[in-house]
């Protein structure tokens, strides 16, 4: 039984304890400290050299074997921080074992797969929340609630922007089912789809920019895209486009933009560090700047995972977005190699972000400054 049957803390397995998992493992001490009730019983990595990264967290277990993390009693969600590669199988047993789960972006590599896990999410006891988590920052429930009230017309043209001159660790990066834009980009895509509205269609520029890395201190052969350009066709003449690469080194523009008949919105910061909003409206001809400082993480899908088993309820990111986000990734890429164009058949529900919905993170509303 899950907290949310008891009243006692929600018990959390990690699997994977690289990088993301700096990020992830104090969100939820904080949590629990913060009057959320949880507490990881135990963490997993193939590497048995991170189990004094685990013991230094004051996680009480470790295990290099994921499907231990599965198979045990007292897990009631397990958070899946591997390499993407492994997603999928790893959130598919979860679920097939009553977990609740968590996976970071991407679900899967694979579309079927995808299918597969969203479709077992509808019937399973455990929830899956699917990362990444941009809907859930004041910021973006806020440009919803502007763009949902017609504050600039209906939307026409869109940007998203992300990217670095990426990693120097973890060959993984630079292999099949890795690079930017399952990395990177799939937060812009996250980001215009929920506020616009699913794609209809996909086509794209990608390739190899820089065919030699060294990662881990050793040269690598690039074996996957480092460098995309995506057009999104969201119907009705209304377009985005989606750059990101491993390929940028430094920039100061806005990560997302959107143009519409009467006005522009566009995000301050990055949609995974969104730091407010600007709103032009023509009829009142001036710019709002909405600066917001929320203390907002990237992370805050396990909140809402966590909130979400305590209180019985399902989360806000669900897997049919997350779906349908893999899917213009999945076909964009492939459109790269083909030079055609490609229908995007998935859609989804959006997550809505009435004035009372609190699913979002809390925050302070900021009177805009002309």
Sequence with gaps: ??????????????????????????????LNLEGTPCAIVVACDLD???????GGWGIPDFTTDWREVVRRDDVDLVVVLTAMQAHGEIAKAALDAGKHVLVEKPMSMDLGEAAELAAMARTSRGNLV?????TLSPTYADMWRAIRAGRIGR???????????GPDWGSWFYEPGGGPMFDLGVYNVATLTGLIGPCRRVMAM????IPERIVDGKPLAVRTDDNSQFLLDFGDGCFGVVTTGFTIQKYRNNGIEIYGTDGTIQMLGEDWDPKGYELWENGRGA?????????????????????AIHEGRKPV???????????????????????QALPVTSTFAEARFDRADA????????????
């Excluded at 699913?359 to 002309?370: E, G, K, L, M, Q």
């Design 1 to 30: 039984m899950d907290g949310s049957r008891t009243g006692r803390p929600v018990r959390v397995g990690v699997v994977g304890l690289g990088s993301v998992a700096r990020a992830y493992v104090p969100h939820i001490r904080r």
């Design 48 to 54: 048995e050299g991170r189990r004094a990264k685990a």
């Design 130 to 134: 699917c990362a990444p988590h941009v």
């Design 317 to 339: 990111n669900g897997p049919d977005h997350a779906f349908h986000v893999l899917e213009i990734m999945v076909k964009g890429l492939e459109s790269g190699r083909t030079g």
């Design 206 to 209: 990608s390739g190899i920019a």
């Design 287 to 307: 710019w709002e700047v909405h600066e917001q400082r929320t203390g907002w993480q990237w992370t805050d899908g396990i909140r809402d995972a966590i909130q």
């Design 155 to 165: 939307p026409t043209l869109a940007r998203g922007f992300y990217g670095w001159s």
């Design 359 to 370: 699913r979002v993170a809390p925050h302070r509303d900021h009177a805009p400054a002309t």
